[in-house]
């Protein structure tokens, strides 16, 4: 016989609505190294996340290791004088991005986040070669 699950104990997940409808709880990571690639794991999954370059190098952004290292990023561009650039908010929901700023060894890059109530594991995803792949990795466009 089946447990009897009332909704209202219903568990927060990828899809709950009312996480993305309030604000999110802070979340700042600032002076990043990401001359080589750099993991940033965030406690909870994203309601939004933006990247802050304040160095004179492009720094690629991406959801895993390989989309980094390969061809599944976009690109913060190189601050301009004492302005910082940015990627601008972006709504995403993730557990973690990557940074990376390849032959440029002091790059550094600033992360801000506003996060939800949903935990992290909620977006690991099963490959029957791999187990549980973290956040996106694997998916098509990220690498």
Known sequence: MAQWNPSWKAEVGLNHVGAYQVSG??????????????????PYVT?????????????RVGFSQLGVSGSNYFT?????????????????????VWLYS???????????AGLTSVPRGRTTVSSSTDGLLPSWSGSVGVG
């Open 76 to 96: 913060c561009p190189p601050s301009a004088s004492a302005a910082p650039s940015s990627t601008g908010v972006l709504e995403a929901k993730v557990s973690e």
């Open 102 to 112: 390849p032959g440029n060894p002091t790059a550094k890059a600033d992360v801000v």
């Open 25 to 42: 709880q802070p979340y700042a990571s600032g002076n990043l190294d990401c001359g080589n690639a750099k993991q940033v794991e965030f």
């Open 47 to 59: 309601r939004w996340l933006q990247v802050i370059n304040r160095e004179a190098f492009p720094v």
